[in-house]
């Protein structure tokens, strides 16, 4: 199995590689690591991944197309349809599905895993809706970036693959306990009125027509409540699709 990383702190994995069973899988030729600097695929001076968001608001957003170039350097034009056969694109977002055991026994059956490490406020929602394959999050806690949750995924699923632990009835026998409900504001949400929590809305950055993938026209407006009233509708539906127990658990309707 082969991972790839991309990152804008390629030195960050040099110490969780290099340690443990995970080093033993690589010694063994049981997994490849690759890490890759993301702003190797950006094609200015600055070497820019990130900008402001469209329709305002703090922080800065990853932009779409040095993403885009990294996961297509590796798999071909044909990543962008999310057709790779035995191949997991991963987002690293606060926004995401969380990763359970469920989620490793299903990447292990894959033959390659690229894992996407966001930063800053967000990534541009365009990578989440048309290049990865999955959008994931690892806990209900606020984190500086992907990097930590790349490591710990890629950690979890190499101990699944048969012969990367000494003794192959550890896997099976490991307990495992999902907490119910939600104890804490997750992170990358936001209050819900009248209680709970909303995942967060889909941010948008330059540019404003990417691969005919367009921002959509109320962020571009400039009128505040409309951007608003989106934001919470966009909030709501991400919140129904991956996390509809933040709703569920909150008595939100």
Known sequence: MRFDLI???PGFFAGPLDFGIVRRAREARLIETRVHDLRDFTHDRHKTVDDRPFGGGEGMVMKPE???EAVESL????AAGNNVAKTAIVLLSAAGRLFHQETAHEFVTMERIVLLCGRYEGVDERVAEH???????VGDFVLSGGELPAAMI????TRLIPGALGNEDSAVNESFSILAGVRTMPQGTIRANGGGYLLDYPHYTRPQSFREWDVPEVLIRGNHEEIRRWRREKAIEKTLRNRPDLINSRGLD
């Open 66 to 68: 040095p993403i885009f």
């Open 75 to 78: 798999l071909g034009k044909e």
């Open 7 to 9: 990152t804008i702190f």
């Open 154 to 157: 890629l950690d979890a699923v």
């Open 131 to 137: 290049l990865a394959t999955h959008e994931i999050s």
